[in-house]
């Protein structure tokens, strides 16, 4: 398991753009999200203190875009994509039109990429999300979606799928995410926090038909992310495509590692 994050590929610094707070509410953001199996030990040596890897060995992976600033509360228009490793013991409860009451599972960040600097120093700076520059763009024809990531103007990663027009579910609930949440001493050597944060967001949405046809990932040879690929043959036990209304809430600290000296 991990205690460290400073590393450049996870933290730069405080980006340029204006930082605001907490809770902020975004309405009917078109996602792709799906949760694909992974290497299990890759999974259970990203985790900090208190967080185990949940059996399923899921990441979960949402790849959306958030054209108009109409539909924040109080942010910049912003594409998005991150990558969660999903944990065990941390389930939050959300309700199916279809399917009635389920149990998701708690989700660490461990890949997060954004294009609105903004964004990126309210991820980074007020809840510890591994926030990084990256763009997310979005082709669509006849029925196929093509999701891709690029960071510095490279393609990372790229999903397909094939999507369609008919509305299959009504999901409403919360879901449990962790940060490990880390700021350095000014003089630097050591960390001045370090915390694990939990973010319960609330949510509601309308699902629509897919199915994810390849997930292709493409970092760098020295990027750590190329660890979190799906494994072969791919395998993803969760889709949800759809319009998603959700808020980023204030987080809160459940463990204190710099009290426990860890």
């Not at 600033?69 to 959300?94: F, G, K």
């Not at 350095?184 to 509601?204: K, M, W």
């Not at 979190?228 to 809160?252: K, M």
Request: charged share 20%; proline share 9%; with cysteine.
């Amino acid at each position: 398991m991990t205690t460290n994050q400073f590393s450049p590929e996870t933290y730069t610094g405080m980006p340029d753009g204006t930082q605001v707070p907490a809770p902020q509410l975004i309405k009917n953001a078109r996602m792709l999200i799906v949760g694909y199996e992974a290497d299990p030990e890759v999974l259970e040596a990203a985790l900090p203190p208190g967080l185990d890897p949940h059996p399923n060995n899921l990441v979960q992976m949402n790849m959306y875009r958030v054209p108009s600033a109409t539909q924040t509360s109080h942010l910049e228009p912003y594409t998005l994509t991150y990558l969660t490793v999903e944990v065990a013991d941390r389930d939050s409860t959300a309700i199916s039109e279809a399917q009635g009451e389920m149990s998701v599972p708690g989700r660490f960040w461990v890949g997060y990429w954004n294009d609105s600097p903004q964004m990126q120093a309210f991820a980074r700076e007020g809840g510890g999300i591994p926030s990084q520059a990256g763009s997310c763009e979005w082709a669509e024809d006849d029925g196929e979606l093509v999701s891709t990531l690029s960071v510095d103007g490279e393609p990372v990663i790229e999903a397909a799928a094939t999507v369609g027009d008919d509305q299959i579910d009504t999901l409403t609930g919360h879901l449990h995410y962790y940060a490990h949440r880390q700021l350095p001493e000014p003089t630097g050597g050591r960390a001045q926090v370090s915390e694990l944060v939990e973010f319960p967001i609330p949510f509601v949405s309308e699902l629509y038909e897919a199915e994810v046809d390849r997930i292709d990932f493409d970092f760098p040879e020295d990027s750590r992310m190329q660890q979190f690929a799906p494994t072969e043959p791919l395998s993803t036990p969760s889709i949800l495509h759809g319009t998603v209304t959700f808020t980023y809430p204030q987080g809160r600290r459940i463990r204190d590692y710099l009290a426990e000296g860890e």
